[in-house]
């Protein structure tokens, strides 16, 4: 039998095994996790330590894989990076595949201030986005979208849920005009 087979073995048949094996793949990946974005960053340990409202110390060990901390110390540390954290429940292979693709050297998520998706949220849309939004909608009317336009038919925006009346008038005037224009 060999020694991968033995482990499988061993994790089906204990949760205790489960448990340290598990306990070990988080800490060494939030550990990695944690000095790549350091690093990327061009922080030193002193640097994390204060904007965090940590000791330098308590940075130092949670960069070393196998360290235990809490999740409010990960919270109050990735915050002070400025970046967020997502905890969730996998099967062991999502967990080994993730650890698998993991690259310290290549791994540079973007801050709050940098990220576009999240940043870019805060403006109201343009009116191309809401009609990417209205066509992606599940109404129960005549709504049809094509890569340039979206026609909109005899819909209200109280038939459209989250839409405000003046947005969805506002698409139906742009996709009109550009009807109009030949777009």
């Known amino acids: 039998m060999s020694e991968k087979s033995q482990l499988i073995d061993k994790l089906i ?4 095994t489960r448990e340290a ?4 793949k988080v800490c060494t990946s939030v550990a990695s996790q944690l000095r790549a974005i350091r690093r990327r960053q061009e922080l030193t340990q002193e640097d994390l330590a204060e904007l965090s409202e940590m000791k330098q110390s308590r940075i130092s060990a949670m960069e070393r894989p196998g360290t235990r901390w809490n999740i409010e110390t990960l919270v109050r540390l990735v915050a002070a990076l400025r970046l967020g954290l997502v905890v969730k429940v996998v099967p062991f292979s999502g967990m080994l ?3 698998n693709a993991f690259n310290q050297d290549t791994f540079d998520p973007a801050t709050i201030d940098d990220d576009a998706d999240f940043v870019g949220s805060k403006s109201e849309p343009h009116a191309t986005d809401i009609s990417v939004r ?9 709504v049809s979208a094509t890569t340039t336009n979206v026609k909109l038919d005899n819909i209200t ?3 459209i849920t989250g839409a405000p009346p003046m947005r969805v008038a506002e698409a139906g005037k742009m996709s009109q005009n550009q009807a109009a224009a030949g777009a």
Request: glycine share 8%.
């Open 13 to 16: 048949g204990n949760k205790n």
């Open 134 to 142: 209205v066509a992606s909608w599940n109404v129960n009317t005549n």
């Open 97 to 99: 595949n993730w650890e």
């Open 21 to 24: 094996y598990i306990r070990s």
């Open 157 to 159: 925006g109280s038939e």
